[in-house]
């Protein structure tokens, strides 16, 4: 019987699965890769030699260096597949404390700037984020997978989002519910309606039955009378 299949349990607990899964979809979003899209620097620390820029943030292992990067104002493009693409990977909402920093030989490196990096900052369009630094640089980075939701724009709008699926979610769960127990009424109802009809219909037969014998009867006793 393929209703009786089905109300099985198996539809609703895959129904479940599904919403839970629709619900936790916002926040499931790991790790987001950072790539660089531009790069012009004002300025350069060393007087002798050309420059070694380099991107770092903290807690990652390694710095890139940009080996393109030689000469101060000349715009450097790129199209996020270099060899020393990505930057970095920030993960969620956290912020991660990156610099734009230039080798140095005698003594420690010289910082162009130090700053936070913040996924809610890649806001712009395709998640670009641009950074002017006066008299050191002007960079635009790229984070098309980057949680924006801390941004101050939509912060609001993402929250409702989330609560709003998470309504959605619950609304389809009892739609579902009470589908599936207006499927099985109507199976019960049917059934008991199909079941009175049959006794009605035999009842109504014996009816017929007596209420015959009952005139056979009566012309009967007219005949003798
Ligand atoms: C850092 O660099 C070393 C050697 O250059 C490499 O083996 C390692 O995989 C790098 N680590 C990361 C996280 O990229
Ligand atoms: C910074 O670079 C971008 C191109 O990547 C350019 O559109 C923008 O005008 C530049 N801004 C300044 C202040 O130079």
Not at 77 to 103: A, D, M, V
Not at 190 to 213: H, I, N, P, S
């Amino acid at each position: 019987m393929p209703i009786r299949r089905l109300l099985n349990s198996r539809v609703p607990i895959n129904f479940i699965t599904f919403c839970v899964f629709l619900s936790c979809f916002p926040g499931c979003i790991l790790s987001a890769i950072v790539t660089l899209d531009s790069i012009e620097i004002y300025n350069t620390h060393e007087l002798l030699k050309k420059p070694t820029v380099y991107f770092k943030c903290k807690g990652d292992q390694n710095k890139t260096v940009l080996p393109d990067v030689k000469e101060k104002k000349v715009l450097y493009k790129f199209n996020g597949e270099e060899s020393w693409q990505p930057l970095t990977k920030i993960e969620g909402k956290k912020c991660k404390r990156c610099g734009l920093y230039e080798e140095d030989t005698f003594k420690s490196d010289d910082t162009f700037e130090e700053w936070e990096l913040c996924p809610s900052d890649f806001d712009g369009p395709d998640g670009k984020y641009q950074r002017i630094k006066e008299k050191e640089f002007n960079a635009t980075f790229s984070c098309p997978k980057c949680d924006t939701a801390g941004s101050k724009s939509n912060t609001k709008t993402h929250e409702e989002a989330k609560k709003k699926g998470m309504h959605v979610a619950v609304v389809l769960f009892i739609i579902a519910v009470v589908l599936a127990v207006c499927i099985a009424g109507g199976v019960i109802g049917y059934k008991y309606w199909q079941k009175k009809k049959r006794q009605q219909e035999q009842a109504r037969f014996l009816k017929l039955f007596e209420d015959g014998d009952d005139i056979e009867d009566e012309l009967g006793l007219d005949h003798v009378i």
